[in-house]
């Protein structure tokens, strides 16, 4: 696969991006376009071709890869608009349903993904969902694509607000998880460098059983948990805590969030 990508956005997720696909080894021009020349110079240190012009991007593009801000996506779509014309276009602008995109860009073919911060380390778990304009072929090259992040999954629309909720902001609350585990590592002693190593890598491994043995959560914890040793007993600590509660109303609350920015910017009523 080597067609040529524009990526409109070169902050976090759009950099995250840019870096991703060169370090897994994307045959193809990767042009990375920002108003902001420090930006810029960051992914022509990664091997990106730069740009600060949207529509001259856009038209040497084959894939365009929108990634700004909820609000300047409108800005972003109408200077596009002629220069997409049969191409795949990729949203990546959280809350932005695929009605609002496709009105401004009428003869493309879109796809909108909820990628997250993972992507930086080939780690991000990547929802997607396309118009009825994207062929079978357009959704391969989608999917390679995003496996060169992490992992991906297609999904319907309707989900896409839980999911921003849940693996979006995912690496904010799991970040929670792991300071926390480092404090404890502390606490009973153990150096930082160690404490915080072990537990990032803890999470990290727990995420591959879940994913490679397809098993319940529930599953990798019975297989460490023995009558009578440290496991269980931390186990009837954490029961006894609100976690899960904690976890599954931050998750809620997110959700909402996303609903409201939506609203409050309009893109239902478009």
Known sequence: MNDKITVIGAGMMGGAIVKSLLKSGYQGKIT??????????EQEKLGASTSTDNRKAAADANILF???KPGDVKKVLSEVRDEVKGKLVISVAATVPL?????FIPNAKTVRIMPNVGALVQASYTAYCCDENVTKEDKEKVK???NMMGICEEVDEKYMDAITALSGSGPGYLSIIIEALMYAGLKVGLPRNIALTSAAQTVLGTGKLVIELQEHPAKIKDMVTTPGGTTIEAIYELEGSQIRQSLMRAVGEAAKKSQLIREQLGFNAE
């Not at 009605?99 to 009105?103: G, L």
């Open 144 to 146: 390679t694509l995003l």
């Open 66 to 68: 929108i990634v700004v």
């Open 99 to 103: 009605k609002f995109v496709k009105k």
């Open 32 to 41: 990375a376009v920002d108003i902001r020349p420090e930006r810029l110079q």
